[in-house]
Each structure stands twice: as C-alpha cells, then as structure tokens.
C-alpha cells in the first residue's frame, strides 16, 4: 500500500512545485514593472541605476524602454503613476503601455508628466543599448550599436560581442565590430599580449576617439604597453598634424568663397565705372531677405517645395537686386560721374536708406532661414569634417564665378564691358552706348551680390546688418586681387581666405584679420594696381 | 473813434484760454512719472534685447491699472542705442538730462554699461540693470539684479565638475569686459580646484562672428584627449546661431562635449533648429519651465499682451519684473522719485521673484537669487537638471581674484562705498 502513498506524495510536491513556479513567472513580470517604476525618481544617480538594473534583467521589454527614455518619450500618469511610451498625435498622446507594450489608446498631454533625464543618463543608456541590441536583426542598429560600443568601451557588452562577431556576414559591420572589441579590451585585464595586439588594431583605425582610449595607456606601468601606445599615439598625432593643413585649406577655401561671392559684384561695377558702391553690402543684404521671402512663401502655399527653395530664390534675388541697382544708377550715381568722393557718400547714403527701409519693413531683429535638407550634416574627408553647406557655397562660388567669365568672354555685352573698361573714349567712338553699359553693369554687378546673398543666408545671421559685415572685406579682395579683373578677384579672394584660416589657430580670429588687413595696405604700397593689373597703353588710370 | 475796436475782452477770453490751456498741459505734464527704457533695438543685440523693452511696457502697463506710481501715472520713454556703446552714453544723458525720467531700465552688454556709467554718475540717475555679468562692480547709482559670476558661472562649473565629471574645459566668449572677466575668475577658480593650466583652451571672437569652422574644430580635438570635456561658452548675441549651427553640422552632441551658456536663453533659441541641441545647457536663475504659480501667471500676462502665444519669458525678463517692482516699492516707502531717498529706501527691500520666492535688495545693490541649471529641449524650452537649495546672495567683487578679494561694496551710510578695502580699512580699490 506504499505505492499510492508515494503517487501521492509525489502528486502534492508536483502541485506545490506548479503552484510556485507561476507566481514566479507573474512576480517575473510583477519585478519588471517594479523596475520600471524605478525610473520615475527625483535623483538622476537613482534613475542610473534603475536603467542599470534594468538592462541586467533581460526582460524582452527593456530596448524599446530604454530607448523611449532616452529620446524623452517616456511620461507616467499623474494620478496613477502608470509609465506608458509616448507618440504625438493630434489629440494629445498616443500611448503604449511601458512593460506590456499593448497599445492604450490615446489621452490629452496636460494629464500626463515626462520623465527627466540628463546628459549622463542619456549616455549611460547609449552605452547599455549598444551592448544590448548588437545581436539585432536590423543592420543599422548593429552598426549604430557596435560603433557606441566602440566610444564607451563598455566591459559588459564583450560576450555579446563575441557572439555577435561570430555570426556576422556584413564586412562593414565586421570591422566596427572588431574595433570595438579592440576598444573593450584595452580597458580590460587581459593580458600583455592581448593589448598590445588591440593597441596595433587601433593604430590602424586612428582618428581623434582613438587618442582619447590610448591617452591614458602611455602612462601604463607596463613599459611595453606604454610604448606601444606612445607609438600610436605620436604617429596618430603626425597624421593629425597633416589632416590639420589641410583643414585650414579647405576652411580657406570655403571662407575665400564666401568672400569670392561677396567681392565679385563689386570688381565688376569698381572696374567698369570706378564707382565705389557703399551700398554693394546691402545688395547682398538684399538677396538674403529674398530667400527669406521666397521661403515665406513656400511655407504658406506649397510646402512641398521647400527643398528647392533656393534654387527658386536665386533668380528672384537676382532680379531684386539687380533692379535695385539699375535704379540707384540712373537715379543718383550717373549724375556723380567723375566725382568719387560724392559718389562714396551718396552710396553710404543709399546704404544707410536701404537698411533702414529693410529694418522697417521686416522689423530689426533676425529672420529665419531655413537649410533644405540635402545641405545639412558634413562629410568626412580623412579626418577633416567639411559641413555640406560650406562644401556647396564652395561650388556655387565657382559655379558663378565660371558663368561671369563666360558672359564677359563671350557675349556682346561682356565684349562692350570690356571695351567701356579699357578706354571709354574709344569705345563711345565706336558706337557703344557707354551709359547703358554703365546701367547694365551695375545692376549685373548688384544682381551677383543678390545671389551671394542666397548663399550667404546659409551661413550667417539674416539681418539688417548683414550688408556691414561683408563690405570691407569685398574692398578688401577687389583692391587686393586687381580691379576690373574677375582671376584677379578669384585669386585675391581664396589666397586671403586661407591666409586668414592659416593665422586663426595662432593669433585668434580677431587678431587674424588684422594682419590681413596690415599685409594688404603694406601690398598695396608695392603694388598699388593689385595682383592682377590690367595692362595696356589706353588703360585709364 | 472809428477804430473803437473793444478788444480787450477778446484778448482776456484769448489769455484766459492759454492760460487754462498751459496750466493744463502742465498739470497733465506732473501727473506722469517718466520711466527710460534703454535697450538695442536693432543690430547684433537686438535679438536679445527687443523682448525686454516689451517687459519693461508690459511692466508698466500693469503698474497703471493698478493705479500707478504715487497717484501718478507711469510714462514709458523707449529710445534705441542701436547695440552702438559711444550711442549708448548719448541716450542715456538724453533719458536723465532732457526726457528727465525718474529711473532707467536697460542694458544689457557689460560695455554698453561702462558706457553709460560715468552719465549715471554724473546726472545722479538710477539704473536697473538686468543681466548676469561679470562683477567687479558696484556703483551707487546702479542696482544689479542680473546674476554676478557667484551666481552663475560659478555653480554652472561646480555642477559639470561634479555631475559630468569635466576634466578639461574650453572657455569660448565673445571679445569683450564682460567674457574676459568672467574668464579671469573662472580659470582662477578652476586653477584653485585643481585643473591643470594646459586642460584649459580660453579662446575669443569679435561680435557677430559667423565662420566657427576652425574654433569648432579645435573644440572637436581638445575634447578628444582622453578626458571629459566641456565648453563654457560667454558668446553673445547672434553669433550663438552660427556657433550651434556649426556644433550640429559637426556632429557634437552634448553627451560627449556638453556646452554651458551663460547669454544664451530661451529668447535666443527661438530663432535656431534646436533639435540638434537637445541635452547643451544653461545657467540662469529663472527659465520659463519653472512650475509656480507666480510663474504661471506672469506667462499668461505676458502672451496677452504681446499678443503672440509663440513669444518665450527668460531670465532677463525676471530681473526686470524684480527690479521695476522693487523700484516701486522703494518709491512708495520713500514717498518720492528722488534717486538718493529711493537709493537709501530700496536696500532691504523683498519682492516675490518668479520661482515661488522672495528677493532682496542688498547692501551692494545685487539682490537673492536661486541658480537653476537647464537642459535645451527640442521645443526651445529648457528642462531645469539642478537648482540650488536656497537663494545666493550676489557678491560683487570674486573672491578668487586676488585684487578683488579684500574689497567689499555695502552703500548704506556711515560706509556708504562701493569698493571698501576689510584689510587696509579704506574706501577706492579697483579690483584690477
């Protein structure tokens, strides 16, 4: 009779077994939602914490947790302390609930309160999501995830790692994988052998967070591992040395083409009537304020459009300013022929005018001018960041400067500027109608600095005051390059941009541009036609 | 006796009406108390400064219904300096001399206020000035209720030292008094806590400074040196747009190299994409998230009488609120608008500050103030990380700059010095 004594026994114990075994599962579920109710806490250490806590746990839950509490979409229910991950809709929040991830509908902001995070705990739950989604399926969160692995050399992420290396096809993956294990291990305690090998391994990949992982390795009290990372570390700081000339000449560059774009307009009315246009800032100024306009628009009747927003303001500011100064030409300048100081003024007049006119139109504070998409970021070059939008203006700048030379070569027209240029006399006896050359080249001249404006909208403050900031330096390179002469402006504009990004790392910005502005007045002593004169017998003076 | 024209009594009806006409006029004249409002409103500062003339008229506007100043009612004067310093000192001689108002409100660059300081002293006008600046300061005839370095730059460096772990810094300002002193203090401060000479990279740009490319690409390679990095930046004006347009271009988030801004707020976000910015931070003592319902109220005014939901309240703003409300009641305990009486009359005075406090006006005309710490958001609002417990009492000379250090400012009588010397036991030290 022991048999069904010992069934029982065995029954009752399977019973007892089964009975503890579920409040298990749900107490694992009930720890869960503990956890996450721990990150609704005051302190930001305690939130650490709890995200660290967390991210142990395993829980299928914790990646899209995480991830919402760093991007600032995890909020909990005022009146029940409930935590749900939240989407903006138009009523309000769209909820998900935190630990089951069911959809809960949807309820009006003012009932709901964010919960704060900072840059530490931000940072901490990068570095936890890195080593948590790098067996992922998707391809760009591994990658996003091994290269954060990479910049926090988490220690905890190297047996994910492994295994994620193991079963990785993508070589591009691969390598940030590697370097990443090459990352970890040189915080590790592995041994002499091992980190040597990760220390060549990082060699090899360079760049500025590879000095910061190697920096605290030179001083380590094994004498072959300080070495070894000495090595690297000097030959990554050559490589940088060089990559840092090339910066600056590249950052030369993008500040010449700037100054290209501003100046060009100005050679042009400077040469053909040695007119000096107090007013050519504002020209720009101009342009600018109708990229404002034309953006202005496209926000309000056709939204779509905004990316080719600029293409549709550079005839627009074309046209505006170069009417503009077709008007100022035949209202008030052609009568100051022959008289430069009456014309300085009554340009500095028309400025102040112009400026005040913007100011009272627009009001006098900046206006917002919005970078299409395609033109924000940079680009890596080696290890110079180049941002698109310089890299563009870049381009445009010699785009533009290759359509002048175009039309002063090749059309009429150029051929008359050319003409009126070298001997006005001569060119009247010819049957150049002088005066309507006059007119038309200034307003070629002020519809560039229009489109310079488009540019420059991109990279600088649009306001009244923009004119003022750009119209000693367009002197600047026109009286530097040589009048009248459109290489002398290109070579006048890129050689005092990189001249001044070479002097900015040793003098400062504003010192920079002193010894530029000292170095043209000591050149124009020497030479006072400029880089590229104009020569010929009947050249006027 | 043809021309027996009788006009006498036309001529008493005529100079009977001047009369009524200019004792009128003169009486409405004395019924209004002239208040100057002295702020940029076009140029670099303008950005800044437009939104605390609107303050200072919606300040005033509220003052009138609630009967005005003295049975009186208050009168805004506006003129605009232009961000231009020299114009700075001719409209404020224009306020005081000609206009004749009864106190000044304004400024807020630390050279626009030494402009103006030597015509506040001569005129013997009251200034109201209300940003955070540099120190090393203390005039009888100006009332500070911006925040001094004690209640900024230094908490905003002690809480990256303690909270981010900064090692290195980068000190990036605009060029002139203001950066340049606040630098001096806090690389003396952060020499004294410990950090090495070659882990600080001070650096400055001239007003309306729009090419970064090469001062952020420094930023970008001393930050990589192996320790935690951050920039404390005393840019002003419109240049912060071009600067975290180039920080977001090269990719420089605030976990990696964190920037403080002590001139950057919510007026200043307003005209950038913050997105890219979400986590950079600031030092204020008031953000328009603070949650009182002091706050909550004087947001409300304020969008309706701008008549604009999208316009934002800062810091400056507060200051202003703070110092006009102390000013009146300085003038009612003194019962006049005379400068020395509401000078003697202001110190001790307590008005409620925007967060849910008290402020006070101290012997050395700087007031209380809590230090909050803010987070940029992605809307332009700022999400406050930390805030001091109580307020801090403005100190207008360092106590980390050995010139300054001895010298205290109480304008109370017998002492009645804005720079008095605790160890020689004279008044006139410079603080240089």
Known sequence: ?541 | MMNEFNFKKPLLGLVTGAAIMASTALATAQETIKVGILHSLSGTMAISETTLKDAMLMLIAEQNKKGGLLGKKLEAVVVDPASNWPLFAEKARELLAQKKVAAVFGNWTSVSRKSVLPVFEELNGLLFYPVQYEGEESSKNVFYTGAAPNQQAIPAVDYLMREEKVKRWVLAGTDYVYPRTTNKILEAYLIAKGVKKEDIMINYTPFGHSDWQTIVSNIKKFGSAGKKTAVVSTINGDANVPFYKELANKGIKAEDIPVVAFSVGEEELAGLDTKPLVGHLAAWNYFQSVESPVNAKFIKTWKAFIKNDKRVTNDPMEAHFIGFNMWVKAVQKAGTTDPDKVGAAIIGVSVPNLSGGHSTMLPNHHITKPVLIGEVQADGQFEIVFSTAGLVAGDAWSDYLPKSKDLISDWRAPLSCGNFNVKTGKCGGTGK
């Open chain 1, 1 to 541: 009779m022991k048999t069904p004594k010992n069934i029982l026994c065995l029954g009752l114990l399977f019973l007892i077994g089964l009975m503890a075994s579920s409040p298990v599962t749900t107490a694992f579920a009930q720890d869960f939602s503990t956890l996450v109710d721990g990150l609704n806490q005051k302190s930001f250490s305690k939130k650490i914490k709890a995200v660290e806590v967390i991210a142990a746990s395993g829980h299928e839950r914790v990646v899209p947790v995480l991830t919402a509490l760093s991007e600032n979409r995890l909020y909990f229910r005022r009146h029940d302390k409930k935590i749900f991950i939240v989407k903006s809709s138009d009523s309000g929040f769209a909820l998900t609930d935190a630990v089951t991830g069911e959809g809960a509908g949807e309820a009006p902001k003012a009932t709901f309160k964010k919960i704060r995070t900072n840059n530490r705990l931000r940072r901490t739950i990068r570095a936890t999501l890195g080593g948590l989604t790098l067996l992922s399926k998707d391809d760009a969160i591994r990658l996003n995830a091994a290269k954060s692995v990479f910049k926090s050399g988490d220690q905890g992420a190297l047996a994910t790692l492994e295994k994620a290396l193991k079963a990785e096809k993508s070589d591009e993956i691969k390598q940030a994988m590697l370097d990443a294990r090459a990352a970890i291990i040189i915080k590790s305690d592995a041994d002499e052998a091992a980190k040597i090998t990760a220390i060549q391994h990082l060699h090899k990949v360079g760049g500025a967070d590879v000095m910061s992982m190697l920096s605290p390795l030179a001083s380590d009290k094994n004498p072959k591992i300080a070495q070894a990372a000495n090595t690297a570390i000097k030959e990554i700081k050559d490589r940088q040395a060089l990559w840092n000339g090339v910066q600056n000449a590249i950052y030369g560059l993008s500040l010449g083409s700037v100054l290209l774009l501003a100046a060009i307009g100005l050679a042009i009315t400077f040469g053909v009537m040695g007119v000096i246009n107090m007013a050519h800032g504002e020209m720009v100024m101009i342009g600018a304020y109708s990229t404002y306009i034309v953006q202005d628009l496209i926000r309000t009747s056709a939204p779509g459009l905004f990316e080719y927003s600029l293409f549709i303001a550079l005839p627009v500011a074309f046209m505006i300013a170069g009417a503009i100064g077709i008007a100022m030409e035949r209202g008030i300048i052609r009568f100051l022929y022959g008289r430069p100081l009456e014309t300085l003024l009554a340009t500095w007049g028309i400025s102040l005018v112009l400026q005040q006119a913007v100011r009272t139109i627009f009001g006098p504070n900046n206006q917002k001018v919005g970078t299409p998409s395609w033109m924000s970021g940079s680009v890596e070059l080696g290890e110079v960041a180049i941002t698109l939008n310089r890299l563009y203006i870049i381009l445009f700048a010699l785009a533009v400067f290759a359509a002048l030379y175009i039309i002063i070569r090749q059309t009429t027209f150029g051929l008359q500027m050319r003409a009126v240029v070298q001997n006005r006399q001569m060119a009247g006896s010819m049957g150049i109608r002088t005066k309507w050359v006059d007119a038309l080249t200034f307003g070629v001249g002020s519809g560039i600095a229009g489109i310079a404006g488009v540019a420059l909208s991109q990279i600088d403050n649009v306001s009244p005051n923009l004119g003022q900031a750009y119209i000693v330096d367009s002197f600047m390179v026109v009286v530097f390059g040589g009048v009248g002469n459109l290489w002398g402006t290109l070579v006048g504009a890129f050689s005092l941009g990189i001249a001044n990004k070479f002097l900015e790392p040793y003098a400062g910005a504003v010192l920079g541009k002193i010894f530029v502005l000292v170095f043209i007045i000591l050149f124009i002593q020497k030479r006072p036609r400029g880089l590229f004169a104009l020569k010929g017998r009947a050249v006027e003076t």
